[in-house]
């Protein structure tokens, strides 16, 4: 069993549609990270978060440290948000990381 | 574009080849690193440098060997590979020397490997 657990691993909505991606994790963590894998290949990273919510755009991500759980939304859905999601728990150990969650926004 | 370049971006090779990955960060980044991401699998941590010396070693197989001559070029030269090592290999750096950090890190486009 991964120590980060994401869902749903596959997700497609209708352009417009408010989405959440959700990320357990097992173990403490320092701090939460949030990237975005476009088709390429290429990541991003989206967010960093130890407490809290974070907001950038259109984009946001909240994080509840005693129930171990983090997610990303969505707002205002469009296709090019389209792309594979991917959380990851920072420990002394380094990151561990989710399957990631594959994302399509359909028009 | 993150401001780190990996080449080439496809590259498929023989068991018994050797070939070179390349990575270059324009950030003036401190650390550097290479993941391996198999289909439907996490990403998995290989290797570290920091400050141009290697501070993680994943248990990785001695098939794959890092280099990192200074701190913004980072190489993984690859010999006698097998099929299942065939993966994106993905570059990325932090400005944070310390490993583990909790910095951001960026990273590269990814070499998608095939090994036949």
């Known amino acids: 069993k991964n120590e980060v657990e994401q869902s749903p691993q596959n997700l497609t909505a209708q352009e417009g549609e408010f989405i959440t991606i959700n990320c357990s994790y097992s173990v403490g963590i320092s701090a939460l990270h949030w990237l975005q894998q476009h088709p390429g290949g290429g990541i991003v990273s989206l967010f960093m978060?130890?407490?809290g919510k974070k907001k950038h755009g259109r984009l946001i991500a909240t994080i509840n440290i005693q129930e171990k759980h983090s997610s990303l939304h969505i707002t205002a859905s469009h296709p090019r948000d389209s792309a594979v999601y991917i959380c990851?728990?920072?420990?002394?150990?380094?990151?561990?990381f989710g399957k990631g969650t594959h994302l399509i926004i359909q028009p | 574009e993150t401001g780190v370049t990996q080449t080439p971006r496809h590259l498929v090779m023989g068991m018994t080849n050797k070939k070179s990955l390349k990575c270059e960060q324009h950030?003036?980044?401190?650390?550097m690193y290479w993941y391996k991401q198999s289909a439907k699998k996490p990403l998995e941590l290989m290797f570290v440098?920091?400050?141009?010396?290697?501070?993680e070693n994943n248990s990785v197989p001695s098939r794959f060997s890092p280099e990192c001559p200074n701190s913004s070029h980072l190489f993984l030269h690859l010999h006698t590979l097998q099929p299942e090592d065939s993966a994106l290999y993905l570059c990325?750096?932090?400005?944070?020397?310390?490993?583990?950090?909790?910095?951001?890190?960026?990273f590269g486009s990814g070499t998608q490997l095939s090994v036949l």
């Open positions: 990851a728990a920072s420990r002394a150990d380094g990151l561990t």
């Open positions: 990325a750096s932090s400005q944070d020397p310390s490993f583990p950090t909790n910095e951001k890190l960026f």
């Open positions: 978060l130890s407490s």
């Open positions: 950030l003036g980044h401190n650390a």
């Open positions: 440098y920091s400050l141009e010396e290697r501070v």
